[in-house]
Structure formats: C-alpha cells, structure tokens
C-alpha cells in the first residue's frame, strides 16, 4: 500500500503545528509556487503567504504537534508537493476559470500537505526505492498506527495519529485521500479484513463497494500513466490503475480504513509515483499528469450510500448526515430515540454538474420523552468491531438504508 518518502536534511529540534490549509472561498493571486521540494520552514511560509493573501476565502490553522516537526505522511515527496501546488492553483484560479470558482463556492476543501514532517526532514541522501523517512521521530509507521476493525492493533499511538483522530471528530468529513509514493494505483478500502469481507476470495470489500470502485477509477483514469496500470517495473499490474487495498496486499492500522469505519468518511489511497524520492525537474510532470485527477476527485464529494455499516452512521451535532451515493433508488431507516423509525424512499437522479448535494429533510413527531441515556449512547468504540460480528458480510449483504448529502473533502498524508 503506502510507501513513504523523506527529505534531505534541514532538521528541527522544537515541535512544530500541523499545517491545514482551509479554503472556503479564494480571491488574490500568490507568487508561483516553484517546482521543487520544500522543506518544512519553506512550506510553512508558503502556507502563510496563501492565507495571507487570500484571508477572506482561506484559512491555516493546526490540528496538533509530531514528535519533532508539524504534520504529513513519511516519505510522500511528490503528494507533498502536489498539494501545495493544489493550493496554489486552486486560488490562482478563482475568479479566473469559471469550474473552479463554482466548486470552491460550493465545496468546502481542507489539504494538510504533510502528516509527518519528522520523516520528510530525516531524509540525507534521497532514495528511489528505499526510504528511511517513512516513520516518525519515534521510529513509527503512520499508517499502520490506527485502530484495526479487522484484529487489535496494540501499537502506541502517536502524536501525529492522534491528532488526526482527534481533528476527524471535530469535522463531518465525507471525502478524502491519502498521497503516497513507491507504486503507480489507487487503492480503495478493505485493507484489512476477515472472511466475511471476503479474504477467502484475495480481496476485502465494504458495504459500499461500487462507491470506492467509482472514486478510485475517477481518479486512475485521468491520470495518462496510472490508468495503464503497468507502469513501474517489477510491480504487478492494476487493471486500469486501481486495485482493493487488500487484493494488493494486506495490512493492520491503515488510515484509509479507520476513517471509513469510524470518521464516516470514504478515503482511497493514490499511489503517485514509481520512485519513492523523483529527481526536482519531474515535479511538472507529476502535477501535470494529476492535476485533472485531484479537481474532479474533489468533484465527487457530491455524489449523494450505505448500506448497514458495522459502525451505524450518525448525525453530527446539527442533525446533518452526509454520505456517497452513486445514482439510483434507496431507502432510508431513519431512528432517533424518542421517534418511530421512519422508512422513506429516496432517488438518486445521473449526475449533474451543479455541484450541490441532494437534500432530504425528516420531520418526526416526538413521542415522549428523550431518554437521556440513549441520547448519550457512546460511539462506535475503536476495537476490533469485525470480531465481534464475524458472520455479518458487510461484502455480500448489502441492505440499503441510508442516504447522503455530500458536501466536504479533505486531503490527508
């Protein structure tokens, strides 16, 4: 799954923030972002620039600390840097091209260039298959620091971690990515799993299948060199650029699955690069080839899916649930403690460019009093829920009964 990349010296003693660029609206024109690798103090002040040039429609702020240095995923140079020059075009656009004003207007986009800071500064001498920044400070793999629905994962959490599992529940994140490096896919949820996700058959799927699928193909097929599927030697190839994170092969304590199971939000993992750590000058050709990918991946946060998650999707604090639906009929179970459950049916029309998720409101006559401890029911808890259910196949059973309103999308490392 994911490879990490590091960065040549320049290092740090003192912790530093975690960067998150939060752009809502755009205006002003920054100075271009050069092609090359930044390092932290760098990309801190690019990062600044933008929220200071563009302060109506942006804003920087920090979800947390690593160990040594603020916030991105190990050893992913060309994410890194892809992101930031995201940035960069997102807001030199607006006002300019009329597709990227009206998405910026109606998508609210959080990018956090960089999960570990510390493994993209440990890097002294670039590697193109081996990376010794892909762990933190603590000598920890990120990626496989998340709590495991599949079996425990006793690993000590790390800061960094944990801050992205704090900042997950401060959200209602819908959409999101994580950028890597070492291989040429994108790779979709299970990567982990259990005979009734479908392990006996190489793969592990989740209830929303065909929604992934989706995602991880809109993103490979506009990619000229992903969609091949064969382009890094001695890797095997990926029918038209994606592939099961599981298929692939499998692992404990990935981000992409925890925020699915837990954070409600659908990730897929894009491998970006053959190369763990690209030479400078074929940073162009990186951000040309995913550039059209990334705008209309972000364009997916509208689709308006579910089927009976292990983890029951809840309403955040304002009574708003957001979900990925791909087009056609569903029904929806609606309960609320206190109410009847309510069944509606609800169509999904072909997409539309119009860039605004599909609306369902419920109004429910209370039926006596709220009971206080139903209401103050815990979350799902971060064990391994499959375990606990091992004849339930979240792959072959699908039972619709949920709905979506998307709206939000983040971009992780």
């Not at 752009?23 to 801190?44: I, K, N, S, W």
């Not at 109506?56 to 992913?76: M, N, W, Y």
């Not at 994170?245 to 925020?259: A, F, I, R, V």
């Not at 799902?380 to 196949?393: A, E």
Request: with cysteine; proline share 7%; charged share 20%.
């Amino acid at each position: 799954m994911a490879k990490d990349r590091p960065h040549v010296q320049h290092k740090r003693s003192r912790d530093m923030d975690l960067a998150v660029l939060w752009l809502g609206l755009l205006l002003p024109v920054v100075t271009a972002l050069d092609f090359r690798y930044h390092h932290q103090e760098e990309m801190e002040a690019f990062l600044k620039s933008v929220a200071q040039n563009y302060s109506s429609i942006t804003h920087l702020h920090s979800i947390g600390k690593s160990v040594r240095v603020p916030f991105f995923f190990g050893t992913q140079t060309v994410g890194r840097e892809l992101l930031l020059h995201l940035i960069d075009y997102l807001v030199s656009s607006h006002g300019n091209d009329a597709d990227i004003t009206h998405l910026i207007n109606s998508t609210r986009i959080h990018i956090m260039p960089s999960m570990n800071p510390d493994g993209f500064e440990a890097v002294k001498k670039p590697d193109c298959y081996y990376s010794n920044g892909r762990e933190n400070f603590n000598s920890y793999d990120l990626n496989r620091n998340f709590p495991d629905a599949f079996e425990s994962n006793n690993v000590t959490k790390q800061p960094e971690t944990l801050a992205v599992m704090k900042w997950l529940k401060t959200e209602t994140f819908v959409l999101s990515a994580n950028l890597h490096g070492g291989a040429l896919v994108a790779s979709y949820p299970f990567d982990n799993g259990v005979q009734a996700t479908g392990t006996l058959l190489s793969r592990s799927l989740t209830p929303d299948d065909d929604v992934f699928q989706h995602l991880a193909y809109t993103y490979a097929s506009r990619n000229p060199n992903m969609t091949k599927g064969d382009q890094c030697k001695n890797k095997r190839h990926f029918p038209n650029g994606i592939t099961n994170g599981y298929s692939w092969y499998p692992l404990q304590g990935g981000m992409q699955d925890y925020n699915y199971i837990w954070a409600q939000c659908f990730e897929i993992t894009l491998e970006l690069s053959c190369c763990k750590y690209p030479r400078e000058e074929k940073l162009p050709l990186f951000w040309n080839d995913n550039r059209a990918s990334l705008i209309e991946y972000i364009r997916q946060v509208h689709l308006v899916q579910d089927r009976k998650h292990i983890c029951p999707f809840r309403t955040n604090k304002l009574g708003e649930y957001y979900l990925l639906l791909l087009p056609g009929s569903y029904v929806i179970n609606v309960t609320v403690p206190g109410h009847d459950p309510h069944l509606t049916k609800l169509t999904i029309p072909r997409k539309s460019q119009t860039f605004s998720a599909l609306k369902k409101d419920f109004h429910l006559p209370l039926r006596g009093h709220l009971d206080p401890i139903l209401v103050s029911e815990p979350l799902c808890p971060t064990i391994p829920l499959y375990k606990l259910r091992p004849n339930c196949s979240a792959a072959t059973k699908p039972s619709l009964f949920l709905f979506f309103m998307t709206l939000w999308h983040i971009f992780f490392k």
